[in-house]
């Protein structure tokens, strides 16, 4: 992985105000793959009674994920926006614990890419949630 991208994905994460409120860290990067933390924080639960993280933060955060692993990907551009995002839910995630987030993008066509996720807490083999997404391939205008 280039110098380059990963200057990027950190640029595209510090950018978003939402991913500096839920404390977003680029933990691994490589050509179209990317994973993110996400600290366990009590003003991110969703769940007071469980003390749950809450699905929207869950969410935000994969959505991210995907962003970050287009920009990783040696043929997309250098801009890119969530188009399509589903996301499933398998269970809530374990109290007090990090959520991470890994994200691939497996095929870029000339304006969009494609990605797969997934996101789990301590045990990687029970996921939190899978998604798939769509997000654009652009390029910043040459001034």
Same mark, same amino acid.
């Given at each position: ?6 200057? @990027?994905?950190? $640029?595209? !994460?510090? #950018?978003?105000?939402?991913?500096? *409120? /839920?404390?977003? =860290? /680029?933990?691994? /990067?490589?050509?179209?793959?990317? $994973? ?5 924080? $009590? ?16 969410? *935000? ?7 970050? #692993?287009? @920009? ?10 969530? @188009?399509?995002?589903? !996301? ?10 990090? !959520?991470?987030?890994?994200? =691939? ?7 969009? #890419?494609?990605?797969?996720?997934? *996101? ?24």
């Amino acid at each position: 992985m280039s110098r380059d991208k990963a200057e @990027l994905a950190k $640029e595209f !994460i510090s #950018a978003l105000p939402y991913a500096r *409120a /839920l404390g977003l =860290e /680029l933990v691994a /990067l490589h050509d179209g793959v990317a $994973e993110l933390v996400m600290p366990y924080a $009590e003003h991110l639960i969703g769940d007071p009674q469980r003390g749950v993280i809450s699905g929207g933060a869950v969410t *935000a955060m994969m959505d991210t994920a995907g962003g970050v #692993a287009v @920009l990783a990907h040696p043929e997309a551009g250098d801009t890119t926006a969530t @188009l399509d995002l589903r !996301i499933d839910y398998m269970r809530g995630a374990e109290p007090g614990q990090s !959520i991470r987030a890994r994200a =691939e993008c497996y095929h870029v066509t000339r304006s969009v #890419a494609f990605v797969r996720a997934s *996101a789990w807490d301590d045990d990687a083999n029970r996921p939190i949630a899978s998604a798939a997404g769509a997000f654009t391939v652009g390029r910043k205008s040459q001034s």
